[in-house]
Nanobody, 120 residues
């Protein structure tokens, strides 16, 4: 059994910053890619950033230069630092973790989602 717990969302003014965290816990054998997605009202879920286990991060064009994804493998945690936030960044943000669960094999797990609202 593996659980993902997200934190860090909230209300922020345009131009402000937030840091999201997503911690995995439980019977983790191996961690692979760790990602952040978001879903704005009335829109489909979209990829924001992905950090592969053995490569460099990639970002959606709309957040490049403003958002930074990082991971701490010792803590099984992925972060999303969001700077220069814009109203169009308002969405529910979800982490996704690809991993091997001990004795159960490969899984793709989603966090519960955290709401980010950018408004003055």
């Amino acid at each position: 059994q593996v659980q993902l717990v997200e934190s860090g969302g909230g209300l922020v003014q345009p131009g402000g910053s937030l840091r999201l965290s997503c911690a995995a816990s439980g019977s983790i054998a191996s961690l692979y890619a760790m990602s952040w997605y978001r879903q704005a009202p009335g829109k489909e879920r979209e990829l924001v950033a992905v950090f592969p286990s053995g490569g460099s991060a990639n970002y959606a064009h709309s957040v490049t230069g403003r958002f930074t994804i990082s991971r701490d493998n010792a803590k099984n945690t992925v972060y999303l630092q969001m700077n220069s936030l814009k109203p169009e960044d308002t969405a529910v943000y979800y982490c996704k973790v690809d991993l091997d669960v001990l004795y159960r094999g490969y899984r793709e797990l989603w966090g519960q989602g955290t709401l980010v609202t950018v408004a003055s």
